[in-house]
C-alpha cells in the first residue's frame, strides 16, 4: 500500500527525478510516459536529461510531487471512470491488419498522443525487433520530436502537446489452425515509481473476408468497452496501471476456432 507523504529530496531521488520520462508501449504494436513495447507496446516516461537543468519556475510548469505520489499506482491494473481520466494522456492507435499481415505478420500503425504532460523531455519506445519505418508525423506543442532507433525523442512538451507517428508493428502472431492474435501493450503512464490514469483507443480493420473476430481480453466492463462490426474492432480504455489488450481472430471456413484461453499478460 502506498501512502501519500510528504516528499524529502534525497540526492537519489533527485537524481532519479532528472533521469528522462519514458512513454512505453511494449505490446506487438505499440510503447512508458513511461509508455514500452514488447511484442508491439508503447511506454512514455517523463525525464529530463540528466545533463540539463531544471528551467526556472518562470518559463515551465511546476512539478507538483507531492501530488503526485498522493496519487500514485503500484502498476496493478484498475479501469477507471472515464470521467476521471478525461484531461489525461489520450493514446490513440489505427491499425490496419492487411491480407500480407497474416503471412508476416507485420501491421500498419498509427498512433497519436492527445494532452501529453509538459515536461521538460520524453522519450516513447518500441521493441526494436518489432518496428520498423518508424517516422514522425507531425507535432505540436514539442520543442523537437525525432526519431533515435527504435524511439522517438521528445522535448520542451507544453500543456495540450499533441503528436503523431507511424510504423509497421510486428503484432499479429499465429496461433495455429487458422488462429491469431494481436497483442498490444503494457500500456502504461508512468513517473518514477508509480502508474496514472490514462487512456487508450485501439481502431483496428482486418480483413472480413479472412477473418472472423472471436474474442477479446480483457473482458468488457466499466473503463473497457469494445465495439465490433464486420472487418472492425474498436476499443476505449480508461486506467491506471499496466493495460495488455488481446484481439484474437479465426480464419473464416476454418473447422476448428476453439481458441485455448491464455493470459494476454504472458
Same mark, same amino acid.
Given at each position: 500500500?502506498? &501512502?501519500?507523504?510528504?516528499?524529502? =529530496?534525497? =540526492?537519489?531521488?533527485? @537524481? &532519479?527525478?532528472?533521469? =528522462?520520462?519514458? /512513454? @512505453?508501449?511494449?505490446?506487438?504494436?505499440?510503447?512508458?510516459?513511461?509508455?514500452?513495447?514488447?511484442?508491439?507496446?508503447?511506454?512514455?516516461?517523463?525525464?529530463?536529461?540528466?545533463?540539463?537543468?531544471?528551467? +526556472?519556475?518562470? #518559463?515551465?510548469?511546476?512539478?507538483?510531487?507531492?501530488?503526485?505520489? !498522493?496519487?500514485?499506482? #503500484?502498476?496493478?491494473?484498475?479501469?477507471?471512470?472515464?470521467?476521471?481520466?478525461?484531461?489525461?494522456?489520450?493514446?490513440?492507435?489505427?491499425?490496419?491488419?492487411?491480407?500480407?499481415? /497474416? &503471412?508476416?505478420?507485420?501491421?500498419?500503425?498509427? *498512433?497519436?498522443?492527445?494532452?501529453? #504532460?509538459?515536461?521538460?523531455? !520524453? $522519450?516513447?519506445? %518500441?521493441?526494436?525487433?518489432?518496428?520498423?519505418?518508424?517516422?514522425?508525423? @507531425?507535432? *505540436?506543442?514539442?520543442?523537437?520530436?525525432?526519431?533515435?532507433?527504435?524511439?522517438? $525523442?521528445?522535448?520542451?512538451?507544453?500543456?495540450?502537446?499533441?503528436?503523431?507517428?507511424? !510504423?509497421?508493428?510486428?503484432?499479429?502472431?499465429?496461433?495455429?489452425?487458422?488462429?491469431?492474435?494481436?497483442?498490444?501493450?503494457?500500456?502504461?503512464?508512468? %513517473?518514477? +515509481?508509480?502508474?496514472?490514469?490514462? $487512456?487508450?483507443?485501439?481502431?483496428?480493420?482486418?480483413?472480413?473476408?479472412?477473418?472472423?473476430?472471436? *474474442?477479446? $481480453?480483457?473482458?468488457? *466492463? =466499466?473503463?473497457?468497452?469494445?465495439?465490433?462490426?464486420?472487418?472492425?474492432?474498436?476499443? #476505449?480504455?480508461? %486506467?491506471?496501471? &499496466?493495460?495488455?489488450?488481446?484481439?484474437?481472430?479465426?480464419?473464416?471456413?476454418?473447422?476448428?476456432?476453439?481458441?485455448?484461453?491464455?493470459?494476454?499478460?504472458?
Amino acid at each position: 500500500m502506498l &501512502r501519500a507523504m510528504t516528499p524529502t =529530496p534525497t =540526492p537519489a531521488t533527485e @537524481s &532519479r527525478i532528472r533521469e =528522462p520520462a519514458r /512513454l @512505453s508501449v511494449l505490446s506487438s504494436c505499440c510503447f512508458v510516459i513511461l509508455f514500452g513495447a514488447l511484442a508491439g507496446g508503447f511506454a512514455l516516461a517523463e525525464v529530463a536529461p540528466a545533463e540539463a537543468a531544471f528551467p +526556472d519556475e518562470e #518559463d515551465w510548469p511546476e512539478m507538483d510531487l507531492e501530488a503526485r505520489i !498522493a496519487a500514485v499506482s #503500484d502498476g496493478e491494473l484498475r479501469f477507471v471512470e472515464p470521467e476521471r481520466a478525461a484531461e489525461t494522456h489520450r493514446h490513440v492507435n489505427r491499425i490496419r491488419i492487411g491480407a500480407e499481415s /497474416l &503471412r508476416e505478420g507485420w501491421i500498419e500503425l498509427t *498512433q497519436c498522443h492527445e494532452n501529453l #504532460d509538459a515536461v521538460r523531455a !520524453a $522519450q516513447i519506445l %518500441f521493441n526494436a525487433e518489432r518496428i520498423r519505418g518508424l517516422e514522425v508525423v @507531425s507535432a *505540436q506543442g514539442i520543442g523537437r520530436a525525432w526519431v533515435e532507433g527504435p524511439s522517438v $525523442q521528445l522535448t520542451d512538451i507544453t500543456p495540450e502537446a499533441t503528436l503523431c507517428i507511424r !510504423a509497421e508493428s510486428r503484432a499479429l502472431f499465429a496461433l495455429g489452425e487458422g488462429r491469431y492474435r494481436l497483442r498490444n501493450g503494457p500500456y502504461m503512464r508512468r %513517473f518514477l +515509481d508509480g502508474y496514472y490514469p490514462m $487512456q487508450v483507443v485501439l481502431d483496428v480493420s482486418y480483413p472480413a473476408d479472412r477473418l472472423a473476430l472471436v *474474442q477479446h $481480453q480483457p473482458v468488457m *466492463q =466499466p473503463g473497457f468497452e469494445v465495439r465490433t462490426e464486420s472487418g472492425h474492432v474498436a476499443v #476505449d480504455a480508461a %486506467f491506471e496501471g &499496466r493495460l495488455f489488450t488481446c484481439l484474437d481472430f479465426c480464419e473464416t471456413g476454418s473447422s476448428d476456432c476453439e481458441l485455448a484461453v491464455s493470459d494476454c499478460s504472458d
